[in-house]
């Protein structure tokens, strides 16, 4: 049985580095492939997003003399480098792919739209989605946020190397809760770190759920998609909870 048929994935680009101190992991690269192909193999439409972290970061630009337009176009950039090696890996594993970017640098991918995205997601191509949004100053959270959101996706997934949203980081504090379900309302007020506000408000205006899982747990993609409970379900509240639908002009 599966719960969602057309995701969004949004992966970090640091998660790529694996070990290592920066670049791409080659083991980690086909670890996350063998796991987008169980998923492809249930037929599900899969839409990824990847950050440019573990080569270049446009606020770490900053920080060295660039100026944000520049550092952001070179965090740009990173994330199509990381893209190619995404699809050149499906494709090893015998995936169909299309590569299309927000930031125009033809020949390598085409310009995105949503409606080309939707068209080749429905012909059975993963489509990966470089560019961040082709503009400075939004993050690649953000760009996952709006493509979720143009391909008409049933969830956006958003990868990390945690299990889920806690009430603090369980890397540093022992007594941090997860939570298996909060709305965005929630996650608000408790000022709780799941994406920025940009990203974050796209997603609550426009109902598109997110859901946070440790996409290094291998399996743990199928599994979400099948519909276990796995990671922290972040959504709006329903009609029911709300009292209804909201009246106007009353």
């Known amino acids: ?37 169980q998923v492809v193999d249930q037929n599900v439409q899969v839409a990824i997003v990847i950050g440019g972290g573990n080569i270049f970061r446009g606020m770490q630009g900053t920080a060295h003399g660039f100026n944000r337009v520049q550092g952001d176009y070179m965090g740009m950039l990173a994330t199509v480098i990381n893209s190619l090696a995404l699809q050149a890996e499906f494709e090893k594993k015998g ?6 970017s927000g930031l125009p640098v033809e020949p390598v991918a085409e310009a995105i739209s949503g409606y080309k995205a939707i068209r080749h997601l429905e012909e059975g191509h993963v489509v990966i989605l470089a560019g961040g ?34 009430s603090a980081d369980p890397e540093k504090d022992p007594d941090a809760v997860k939570y298996d379900m909060l709305t965005f309302d929630e996650a608000y007020e408790k000022n709780l770190k799941i994406m920025d506000m940009t990203a ?39 009609k029911e909870e709300q009292g209804g639908d909201l009246k106007l002009f009353e």
């Open 133 to 166: 949004t082709g503009n400075p100053f939004f993050t690649t959270d953000s760009a996952s946020a709006l493509r979720a959101i143009e391909i008409n996706a049933d969830v956006l997934l958003k990868g990390t190397r945690v299990d889920g949203v806690y």
């Open 200 to 238: 974050f408000t796209l997603c609550s205006e426009n109902d598109m759920p997110v859901l946070v899982f440790d996409m290094n747990r291998k399996g743990n993609l199928l599994k979400i998609v099948q519909g276990e409970d796995v990671g922290t379900l972040v959504k709006n509240r329903n």
């Open 1 to 37: 049985m599966i719960k969602y048929k057309r995701i969004l994935l949004k992966l970090s680009g640091e998660a790529l580095m694996g070990n290592q101190k920066y670049g791409i992991d080659p083991q980690r690269l086909s670890d996350y492939a063998d796991d987008i192909k």
């Open 95 to 100: 995936m169909k792919t299309k590569l299309l």
